[in-house]
């Protein structure tokens, strides 16, 4: 309508304008004056109208731009109302594998960029009750986007955690199954057994940290279980560990058990060993007794047959171990039978040849052995130990033999010293001083785990070399 008031009045200035030139032109009569006035008028018109024209022309823009922008507003209001009623916001509940969960993640980062670039379509819609509802709807799209990615986010990190503490727990059980197996293994004698109680006391307080990591496991797993994240995955990842930590464990106190009960076996065949061993060395002493402090015939033959016994008794735990598939202790205990069955012999043989015992084959007969043991208020072992007690010792004899008129050693006795068995002691003293000085420098001066497993280490190593040098002592012993 501006622009049809514009066309009319420009064609009536247009005729005030040619009034006033043939005011000017064509009438010679006509004032001064009145041409004057007729040309102020009509440029006066002409500024008036050149200004009217100018602001119509702003006027017409803005309208125009007015409605362009409407409609612009208008097709973002729909376009933006239609995009957000579309929007599906991935679910937390029912993900079932890790793959699904990453995909949900990557969905809602879609979606949190998607929103993003639409905030520039959200500016160019309105300022009005319609577009101030449409931008809380947008916001609140985004916020529940944001916490469900939130959300997903820590579901992952839940799940990674679990499966950390899952796989730490697996990969300590599966140790635990692999040394079970170990340490189920026959052992040679005590110190190996030991050394087995050892490992398992120590691998399992090395653990000790099972609580908290079951307790974190049970965290994580709760969690993941509240949010119905990998609710099976997890559920059955939580019942195959509990199940076999139950089992291992359950084993581990039967293997436990079952090392302490051979621990106390072989404790007792060391022992009887080493007893009869001494005994039989008491034994042997006799022959350097004076003639009037040595035991009768009748009692020295109680002495050996309590070693025969001593000797069936080993023969029989030697049956055991092979019964149950211990080999290697039945080897060792056989060797041990070896070198007291030749010491036995030995002593035998030098206690008839001095006349100290019968010749009578009862004595290597252990039935036989078992009827001669007779009730006495002193034991067999402690009557020689008594005989032995009341004469002074070897080397107390020798350096005093001339002052107060001792005996001096026998010829048998004279023979059992030599320069090999003298060689062998001097290396198993210089091995103990060794060992000696590399205990010394054990210390925990560090509750690092390295260097506590390095003070293991030593230990370890130690405790290797005095069971050696126990079996050479033995075996010099055994020799005599």
């Known amino acids: 309508a501006l622009q049809d008031d514009i066309v009319t009045l420009s064609s009536n200035l247009s005729s005030v304008e040619q009034t006033c030139v043939r005011y000017h032109s064509s009438d010679p009569a006509t004032s001064a004056a009145l041409q004057q006035e007729a040309r102020d008028t009509a440029m006066r018109l002409r500024t008036e109208w050149d200004y009217a024209v100018s602001q119509a022309s702003i006027l017409n823009h803005k309208l125009t731009q007015a409605v362009k922008k409407r409609e612009q507003s208008a097709s973002a209001l729909e376009t933006l109302s239609v995009y957000l009623t579309g929007i599906s916001v991935p679910a937390v509940r029912g993900i079932e594998t890790s793959g699904d969960l990453r995909t949900a993640v990557t969905d809602c980062q879609n979606l949190q960029q998607q929103l993003q670039d639409k905030q520039l379509t959200l500016d160019l819609v309105a300022d009005d009750d319609e577009g101030a509802s449409m931008r809380q709807q947008y916001s609140d799209v985004s916020q529940r986007v944001q916490e469900r990615l939130s959300m997903l986010q820590t579901a992952i990190q839940q799940y990674e955690s679990f499966k950390e503490a899952s796989s730490a727990e697996n990969h300590w059980l599966s140790e635990l199954e692999q040394k079970l197996l170990l340490w189920s293994k026959p052992a040679a004698d005590a110190e190996e057994i030991s050394a087995k109680l050892d490992e398992l006391e120590s691998y399992l ?37 509990a199940t076999k930590r139950k089992t291992l464990l359950a084993k581990s106190e039967l293997v436990q058990r079952s090392l302490e009960t051979a621990s106390v076996t072989a404790q007792e065949s060391e022992q009887r060993y080493l007893s009869i061993l001494e005994h039989l060395t008491s034994l042997q002493h006799m022959l350097d007794v004076d003639q009037q402090h040595r035991i009768p015939a009748q009692q020295m033959e109680r002495e050996v047959s309590s070693d025969a016994e001593g000797l069936q008794q080993l023969r029989d735990q030697v049956q055991v171990y092979l019964s149950e598939g211990n080999q290697p202790a039945a080897d060792r205990l056989t060797q041990q039978l070896h070198l007291l069955q030749c010491k036995y012999d030995e002593v035998v043989s030098n206690l008839r040849e001095a006349g100290l015992l019968k010749e009578s084959g009862s004595v290597r007969d252990p039935a036989t052995c078992a009827s001669l043991q007779l009730s006495s208020p002193m034991s067999p072992r402690s009557a020689v130990a008594a005989i032995l007690a009341r004469q002074p010792d070897d080397e107390h004899k020798e350096s005093t033999a001339d002052s107060v008129g001792t005996v001096p050693l026998s010829p048998a006795a004279s023979k059992r010293v030599s320069v090999e068995l003298c060689s062998r002691v001097e290396e198993l003293r210089a091995r103990l001083h060794g060992t000696g000085e590399r205990t010394g420098t054990l210390s925990i001066t560090s509750t690092d785990p390295g260097h506590v497993q390095e003070q293991l280490n030593l230990c370890l190593n130690v405790y290797r070399e005095l069971s050696e040098v126990k079996s050479s002592v033995e075996g010099t012993l055994s020799n005599g």
């Open 205 to 241: 307080r090395g653990h000790g940290g099972s609580e908290a990591a079951t307790e974190r496991l049970d965290q994580v797993t709760e969690a993941l279980l509240q949010h119905q994240v990998m609710t099976v995955a997890v559920q059955n990842s939580k019942h195959n560990i």
